[in-house]
DNA sequence: ATGGTCGCTAAGCGA
């Protein structure tokens, strides 16, 4: 079962990119975050075409929005209760017995203080969150999305320079990895390239060439607990997808399983 | 220290 996760940053705008993606990568499930429109406004009809007939839409107007896309019968289930705002930025699907969520983290402004910057304390709250609900979660969960943190040193281009920067600041990455290692959860992209590899799924728009500098940092994720981590057989960066054009400022992440 | 680029939806905001 291969199962992939994108930031497409508009499901619209970059429907030609998706096709792309299926065709190269056949994911069996494919989640979608900053899918930028509402449920009605989804281009279900492309993704039909690409096989992709089982859809599970969390959309609102204009920003963020995931979704969860399959080529199986999906069951939709309630969305984790993790945004202390109540914006599309959660869902959650059983595919063949196999419970898969997909979140999209608020990515926290500016300012790494959350007295100043209330985009952080809601951040930080969504992090508290999510450790609440995660710890002790049980087995045979896939988590995946644009979790909007950096974890490791080796998952940005240089950890003294960002160790300031929202998304690589220990509050951040201290919360994560309370998050992931109370829920039970293995990082998959990881167990599969431990470091000192580094490994990207972001690269800023501002950049002019980001292949050349490859400034990028790991912020898009796929975390797998009990028997399913076990079965493990691949993960993969699509970074390709970053070069094609008018692009993602996100490149996918897909994980084969047993 | 600063500015750099996108996408939304109609001038800025969020990323």
Redesign the pocket.
């Known amino acids: 079962m291969r199962i992939a996760s994108w ?1 497409i ?6 429907i030609g990119h998706l096709a792309r993606f299926v065709d190269l990568a056949k994911p069996d499930v494919l989640c979608l975050q ?1 899918i ?3 449920e009605g ?1 989804f281009p279900r009809n492309a993704f039909a075409d690409m096989g992709m007939r089982h859809l599970h839409i969390v959309g609102q ?4 929005g995931v979704a969860i896309i399959s080529k199986h019968r999906l069951e939709r289930l309630p969305c984790p209760p993790l945004c202390p705002s109540e ?1 599309a930025r959660t869902a959650a699907v059983q595919v063949k017995g196999l419970v898969i969520q997909t979140l999209y983290v ?5 300012t790494p203080d959350p007295a100043t910057n209330p ?1 952080f304390a ?1 951040k930080l709250a969504f992090l508290e969150r999510m450790k609440a609900w995660y710890r002790g979660a049980g087995s045979n969960l896939v988590l995946t999305g ?1 979790l ?1 943190v950096a974890p490791g040193e080796h998952d940005v281009w240089s950890h003294k320079q960002l160790l300031d920067i929202v998304s690589h600041t220990p509050v951040e990455t201290e919360a994560l990895e309370a998050v992931r290692i109370g829920g039970g959860f293995t990082d998959l992209a990881r167990a599969q390239t431990p470091p000192p590899a580094k490994l990207f799924t972001w690269w ?5 060439d980001w292949a050349a500098s490859n400034r990028g940092r790991r912020l898009d994720h796929v975390w797998a607990s009990g028997d399913v981590a076990a079965g493990l057989k691949a993960s993969q960066v699509f970074v390709e997808t970053r070069g094609w054009e ?4 996100h490149a996918p992440v897909m994980v084969t399983l047993r």
């Open positions: 930031n940053n508009s499901v619209r705008l970059r900053e930028k429109c509402r406004e107007k204009g920003w963020h914006e608020p990515a926290g402004g500016e985009k809601h644009d909007n800023s728009y501002r950049n002019h008018r692009p993602s400022d």
